[in-house]
């Protein structure tokens, strides 16, 4: 990869005798937006503090621009950090807070005035310069928070869940406004949130992570249309996974026993694994893909409407299996032709089941 900013090779933490990363590796390009997908205790956290220079790896190295950091001090990484929640000086107004970090490296008064300016017109808080925190918006606040980072024109721009203190509409404005931000800077983002919608809207690589290792790395399309594992399947979208036997395979047309019942399979792309009689398998369906029909046909099992909701526009329904698992598919709007009770055949084209690996539940 030309232009790796930030490389991590082999990084493993443990806290006492609890494991916390278990030996990942990364290359982040410069001017990437990549952000750290997983769950509460994934590591992620963890992850950022190390490169930040706050935690040291156990084992393992941090390289910024091809230089090993690991012995450097936060101070003397070309890294700054954004946190949720702000860490605002609250005796420092607005342009005391943003210029604080060019004081500390001594940085010209002229070339002080001149940045904190132009950051202050990038955040569009121009004249917000003599206020106090107390009297800014959370959206304000972390503004303020994002422009004394980049004022310092770091190489990486760590940001732990910087948007985790707002509400919903704030939080998807502020989105907008960090994803054209970056974009204007061509900084490198390196962006944490446990929230699936967030990364895929922001960034240009997620990497999904899972009890201290990287589950997949991949744009959002690579993670959401073809995941990897039935663990990224499912945290990111909330796909149905099937799990199945084939029995016969014939010119790339699968019989197989699935969800209690046997099946006539079609796949996409079986270039992953090879397919074959006794093969086990998973599949991946995501709900806005399965479609209704009143004949049996390819890629099609006999279900039961079992429930159906509304919410937000989408119209959900719970499917209920012979086996007794459940399916659900989801569509926009709120035209139900099938009611709770009645009995069809859900489907899915060959392009839209993806075959994964299966992940244990931790």
């Known amino acids: 990869m030309e232009d790796v900013v930030l490389e991590l090779k082999g990084i493993e933490k443990s806290f006492g005798k609890t494991p916390v990363l278990r030996g990942i590796s990364l290359k982040v390009k410069k001017g990437e937006f990549i952000t750290f997908l997983g769950s509460s205790g994934c590591g992620k956290t963890t992850t950022l503090r190390i490169i930040a220079g706050l935690e040291m790896p156990d084992r393992g190295e ?12 936060p101070e003397k990484r070309s890294v700054n950090t ?3 929640n702000y860490a605002l000086f609250p005796h420092m107004n607005v342009t005391e807070n943003i210029a604080y970090g060019l004081k500390i490296k001594r940085t010209k008064k002229k070339e002080i005035q001149d940045r904190v300016a132009e950051a202050l ?3 569009q808080l121009s004249d917000y310069g003599k206020r106090m925190p ?3 918006s959370g959206g304000q606040k972390q503004r303020v928070a994002i422009a004394r980072a980049i004022v310092n024109n770091p190489e990486v721009l760590l940001l732990d869940e910087p948007l ?4 919903l509409q704030l939080r998807r404005q502020m989105q907008l406004e960090l994803k054209k931000l970056q974009k204007q800077l061509g900084i490198t983002f390196l962006y944490i949130t446990h929230d699936q919608e967030e990364a895929i809207n922001m960034s240009s690589r997620i990497a999904v992570m899972r009890d201290g290792k990287f589950e997949q790395i991949g744009t959002p399309d690579e993670i959401y249309h073809h995941p990897k ?3 990224v399947a499912q945290f990111v979208g909330s796909a149905n996974i099937l799990k199945g036997k084939i029995s016969k395979a014939e010119n790339g047309i699968f019989f197989a026993e699935l969800a209690g019942e046997s099946v006539c399979l079609r796949f996409f792309d079986t270039d992953k694994r090879i397919l074959e009689a006794g093969s086990r398998f998973v599949l ?5 893909v399965i479609e209704f ?5 390819e890629n099609s099992l006999f279900a039961v409407v079992a429930e159906k909701t509304f919410a937000g526009g989408m119209l959900r329904m719970v499917l209920r299996l012979l086996d007794g698992s459940e399916l659900v598919a989801s569509r926009y709007g709120i035209d139900a032709p099938y009611q709770q009770g009645e009995q069809i055949y859900c489907c899915w084209k060959p392009e839209h089941a993806v075959l994964v690996e299966e992940t244990e539940n931790r």
């Open 82 to 84: 954004v946190f949720q």
């Open 62 to 73: 941090v390289f910024i621009n091809g230089v090993c950091v690991n012995r450097l001090p």
């Open 164 to 167: 985790g203190a707002l509400d």
């Open 293 to 297: 029909s009143k004949e049996k046909g």
């Open 284 to 288: 991946a369906i995501r709900s806005e």
């Open 229 to 231: 594992t039935s663990y």
């Open 121 to 123: 017109e990038l955040i």
């Open 134 to 136: 107390s009297e800014l």
